[in-house]
């Protein structure tokens, strides 16, 4: 039996304990990821305390379904891909409204028989968790350049101002790293399987 310090379960034990409301597997979602969905929340226009809140709310919505019925075990599924999936879609909804700015609590339950879109979601999550361990792989400049272009959305001019170089220096310097952090996550990728 799995301890709250362990992660040797398979993704199968972790449902079984979460549907049999087991301490240590929602001590584990937690851990497993909380400081990254805060993360990302604070990429998106939140606070901490907005994490702690969507974070909460997605959680609960998730147990809500799973206790329910319409959350079922899926083999191909990471139960923390869809956890984030839940908690990420509350904060998206808490962007969207007038909530956000009223501060009014409100559940609101997703249900993902209703989303047809889920399947590409959770992929597209899983996607980005391997891109994002790639890119914590990348050394010094490469990895800030990614960043910067990539996610920051900054461009070429202001990062070639940033590092010091010329503008065409900067677009080889981004197509180089761009190659490393291929080579980096087809490496990682490979582990996987």
């Known amino acids: 039996m799995p301890t709250k310090y362990s992660t040797n379960f398979t993704q199968f034990e972790l449902y079984e304990a979460l549907v049999s409301r087991k301490e240590w597997a929602y001590d584990y979602l937690y851990c497993e990821l909380f400081s990254t969905f805060r993360h990302w929340v604070g990429r998106n226009n939140g606070s901490e305390m907005d994490a702690e809140d969507a974070f909460q709310k ?71 968790a391997q891109v994002r361990a790639a890119l914590h792989q990348l050394k010094g400049d490469c990895r800030q350049l990614i960043e910067w272009f990539y996610i920051d959305d900054i461009s070429l001019r202001e990062i070639a101002e940033k590092l010091g170089i010329k503008e065409s220096s900067t677009k080889q310097k981004r197509y180089d790293c761009t190659e490393k952090l291929k080579k980096i996550y087809l490496q990682l990728t490979q582990i996987k399987k």
């Open 58 to 128: 997605g959680l609960l919505n998730f147990l809500l379904n799973l206790e329910t019925g319409k959350y079922q075990f899926q083999v191909s599924t990471k139960i923390t891909t869809v956890v984030f999936d839940y908690c990420k879609k509350i904060w998206l909804n808490e962007l969207a409204s007038s909530r956000l700015t009223t501060r009014a609590t409100t559940l609101t339950l997703y249900d993902p028989a209703n989303d047809t879109d889920l399947q590409k979601d959770l992929e597209l999550g899983e996607l980005i």
